[in-house]
């Protein structure tokens, strides 16, 4: 069975950014994750940039994907933009996944 951790990171593969056809995982925007004994998960994150209208949607989407999980007490989702995103930061799945929907990476 997997840890908690593995299963609190596999469900951030399942948020999507609006706004670029990937999710936010691959899309390198979760800077840390952090999950205790007790179930709090902290996850530390940023945005494609800072003026980004959709960081509170995404919050409380991944507070209720991650609560959903058994285990789990309490989630804090947290933004910061040091350092900030850059296209860099996509894994190489992310890039595949991008370019086959024409996107240029």
């Not at 999507?16 to 899309?27: F, G, H, M, Q, S």
């Not at 940039?49 to 959709?54: F, H, I, M, Q, Y």
Request: glycine residues 6%; proline residues 7%; hydrophobic residues 40%.
């Amino acid at each position: 069975m997997s840890s908690l951790r593995d299963q609190v990171w596999e469900i951030l593969h399942d948020v999507y950014d609006p706004e670029i056809p990937l999710n936010i995982a691959d899309l390198g925007l979760i800077y840390d994750l952090q999950v205790s004994d007790t179930g709090e998960v902290s996850i530390l994150m940023t945005l494609t940039s800072p003026g980004c209208p959709v960081g509170d949607m995404l919050a409380e989407e991944i507070r209720d994907r991650v609560m959903s999980l058994s285990g789990v007490r309490e989630v804090h989702v947290e933004f910061t933009f040091d350092p900030l995103w850059t296209p860099e930061r996509i894994s190489e799945e992310g890039k595949q996944m991008l370019q086959a929907f024409g996107f240029p990476v």
